[in-house]
């Protein structure tokens, strides 16, 4: 299948980036790429959110076009890049849908367990919102756990 829009959310962190080296793979094979950064200010209560949102938005910007240029050295060149404010899920969820992705490319810690339920998971919740679909890259560093009651092959008759 070739993929016309892969949808790339990026938070700043090399785990969100790893995701890149697949996406960047999917540009080669001509895809335009759509580097997406939610963001989103907290400020104490009674307090002027204003000024916050404008930086939190302009470092967003600043970041995306770093890292687009990066991508452009590397010979990617089909990227655009696009800040919404909001949470990261529901951000992610519209931005496919606004711009007509093909594929979400996106990366995971591949937690499980409690380590889930405090953190939270955005690729889960993300997974469970929208028909588009994802391509989750597992962090290096996440454990791997064995199926639990042991695959077997089915036998053919």
Do not use: N
Not at 7 to 31: K, M, N, Q, T
């Amino acid at each position: 299948m070739r993929y016309r829009t892969v949808l790339v959310p990026l938070d700043g962190s090399a785990l969100a980036e790893s995701a890149l080296d697949h996406a960047s793979e999917l540009a080669r094979d001509g895809a335009a790429l759509v580097l997406l950064r939610a963001a989103q200010a907290h400020t104490a209560p009674g307090a002027d959110p204003t000024e916050a949102q404008v930086t939190v938005v302009r470092e967003a910007e600043e970041y995306l076009a770093a890292v687009r240029a990066r991508l452009a050295r590397a010979g990617v060149d089909r990227v655009d890049v696009s800040v919404w404010y909001g949470p990261p899920a529901d951000s992610i969820v519209d931005a496919a849908r606004f711009r007509k992705a093909d594929l979400i490319v996106m990366s995971t810690h591949g937690r499980s367990g409690l380590g889930r339920l405090i953190v939270g998971s955005v690729a889960e919740t993300v997974l469970r919102s929208t028909t588009t679909p994802i391509l989750l890259v597992r962090s290096h560093e996440a454990p791997v756990q064995p199926v639990q009651g042991g695959g077997r092959e089915a036998s053919h008759v």
